[in-house]
Nanobody, 123 residues
Framework: VQLQASGGGLVQTGGSLRLSCAAS????????MGWHRQAPGKQRELVAR???????NYADSVKGRFTISRDNAENTMYLQMNSLKPEDTAVYYC??????????????????WGQGTLVTVSS
């Protein structure tokens, strides 16, 4: 399973961006998915997660401004970010809990991470 994140960029304070994360592979299914971010000099932190049935949870710092969603048919997750602040500047990473079947038809489970996409919010 591979994850491809996209949608980062430079935006002014108060602006919006939409991140996407697409999963690809063969004979796989995706369970929970999430977005994390890492600002310069800081530890990676959870931004938001979403379950297969659409239940969500958010970091307090982004509640009311960010919305996580997913399209299960397309194996794609989104993060709509509104009212962006300079403190939202970070590399954003997507992750997904997956299951696939190997050549012996045995289930393999794990968590995959995308490559990260940079979001810069200017003041």
């Amino acid at each position: 399973v591979q994850l491809q994140a996209s949608g980062g960029g430079l935006v002014q304070t108060g602006g919006s961006l939409r991140l996407s994360c697409a999963a690809s592979g063969s004979r796989f299914s995706i369970n929970n998915m999430g977005w994390h971010r890492q600002a310069p000099g800081k530890q990676r932190e959870l931004v938001a997660r979403i379950t297969t049935d659409g239940s969500t949870n958010y970091a307090d710092s982004v509640k009311g401004r960010f919305t996580i969603s997913r399209d299960n048919a397309e194996n794609t997750m989104y993060l709509q970010m509104n009212s962006l602040k300079p403190e939202d500047t970070a590399v954003y990473y997507c992750e997904a809990d997956y299951r696939y079947y190997n050549d012996y038809d045995e289930p393999v489970v794990g968590r995959e991470w995308g490559q990260g996409t940079l979001v810069t919010v200017s003041s």
